[in-house]
């Protein structure tokens, strides 16, 4: 989904109001095409929002505080998507998972980032569909000990590391 959105954005001027149009339409067919996406939205190399999925009110929005834009802006690899820890989106105020694949110009500068927002609560439904007993967990996290989803889900859990489990120890 993200290499497609990245090739389909080089034959579009980003720099025009009608160029925003057309990748915020073609974000909104996608994201339509992927119902565990919440989100996707595509940014500058300053973390200023070019166009998204859905619909962002005024003023113009701006994520280079974001651990996933950072994390795309300073060791992001040219082709190469990103998964960072669970965040409860700012406009779409639900928790998802933030996968991007880092853009960049011609002379290989970063230039922004494709951002696409798993949506937890299908994870969540997923995981409950699978468990195959009553009582049971699963969960899902980074290799650095980062929670991602769980079922049943335990919210405060998202936002801790659990490196220093024996799970991960």
């Given at each position: 989904?993200?290499?497609?959105?990245?090739?389909?954005?080089?034959?579009?001027?980003?720099?025009?109001?009608?160029?925003?149009?057309?990748?915020?339409?073609?974000?909104?067919?996608?994201?339509?095409?992927?119902?565990?996406?919440?989100?996707?939205?595509?940014?500058?190399?300053?973390?200023?929002?070019?166009?998204?999925?859905?619909?962002?009110?005024?003023?113009?929005?701006?994520?280079?505080?974001?651990?996933?834009?950072?994390?795309?802006?300073?060791?992001?690899i040219k082709g190469k998507t990103q998964i960072?820890?669970?965040?409860?989106?700012?406009?779409?105020?639900?928790?998802?998972?933030?996968?991007?694949?880092?853009?960049?110009?011609?002379?290989?500068?970063?230039?922004?980032?494709?951002?696409?927002?798993?949506?937890?609560?299908?994870?969540?439904?997923?995981?409950?569909?699978?468990?195959?007993?009553?009582?049971?967990?699963?969960?899902?996290?980074?290799?650095?000990?980062?929670?991602?989803?769980?079922?049943?889900?335990?919210?405060?859990?998202?936002?801790?590391?659990?490196?220093?489990?024996?799970?991960?120890?």
């Open positions: 989904l993200l290499k497609n959105i990245g090739d389909d954005l080089h034959t579009i001027n980003l720099g025009t109001p009608q160029g925003q149009r057309q990748v915020a339409e073609m974000l909104r067919r996608r994201n339509h095409d992927f119902p565990e996406v919440s989100s996707i939205s595509v940014v500058d190399a300053q973390g200023n929002l070019i166009a998204a999925s859905i619909p962002i009110a005024a003023p113009q929005a701006n994520y280079s505080d974001r651990e996933y834009f950072q994390t795309a802006r300073d060791r992001g960072s820890p669970s965040i409860l989106g700012c406009k779409s105020e639900r928790w998802s998972i933030p996968v991007t694949l880092p853009r960049y110009d011609a002379q290989g500068r970063f230039s922004g980032a494709i951002y696409v927002g798993v949506d937890i609560e299908k994870m969540i439904a997923y995981y409950r569909s699978t468990i195959p007993f009553q009582g049971g967990a699963a969960a899902l996290y980074l290799l650095d000990g980062h929670l991602l989803a769980r079922h049943p889900n335990v919210e405060k859990a998202l936002e801790k590391n659990f490196s220093d489990t024996p799970l991960f120890t």
